[in-house]
């Protein structure tokens, strides 16, 4: 008889069972929260992963390039830039040439890059040369002068003359 009246206390007491049913619909809404949480964070830690490998390769490629001034040559109202790309990257691209002395300064954003046989040109490839003119005919004869070569990349070049 105990038997009887436990059993039906288990299938008719209805207290019990809204327990349990809501303590798996919180669990259920746990879990799927949780994944929901997942893949946000994979999401995010995905596009954080290729921002950085992206980021790493620019800096990388900035490194690898180098720019000698071999030569700069002024003849009174133009300054000649002779370059070099002695690096190990290809397609330097220049971004701008600054000229200046101690009190002023010139800037040039995307000079006209040329080979050596004249042939215009907007890149440098490992080991090959060429020049860029800048017009000014504000320097002054005997003046000692800086000049800065910035590439797309940023990489940053300095040289100095005596015009």
């Known amino acids: ?29 746990a879990i799927a929260m ?5 893949a946000w964070a994979q999401g995010r830690s995905s596009v954080y992963t290729q921002e950085y490998s992206e980021t790493m390769d620019a800096e990388t490629a900035k490194l690898k390039e180098r720019l000698a001034v071999e030569y700069i040559v002024y003849d009174g109202n133009k300054i000649r830039v002779y370059l070099l790309n002695w690096g190990t990257i290809d397609g330097v691209r220049i971004q701008s040439v600054y000229v200046r002395n101690s009190t002023w300064h010139i800037a040039v954003s995307t000079p ?10 907007s890149y440098l490839d490992i080991g090959k040369e060429g020049y860029t003119d800048i017009s000014s005919n504000a320097l002054k004869d005997g003046g000692y002068y800086y000049v800065r070569i910035v590439t797309v990349r940023g990489a940053v070049f300095d040289s100095t003359f005596v015009a």
């Not at 949780?34 to 997942?38: C, E, I, T």
């Not at 006209?112 to 040109?121: A, C, E, I, R, V």
């Open 1 to 29: 008889m105990l038997v009887i009246r436990i059993s039906k206390t288990i299938f008719y007491n209805k207290k019990a069972e809204s327990y349990v049913i809501s303590a798996v619909i919180l669990a259920g809404v």
């Open 34 to 38: 949780g994944f929901a949480v997942l």
């Open 112 to 121: 006209p890059l040329k080979f050596l046989n004249g042939t215009s040109t």
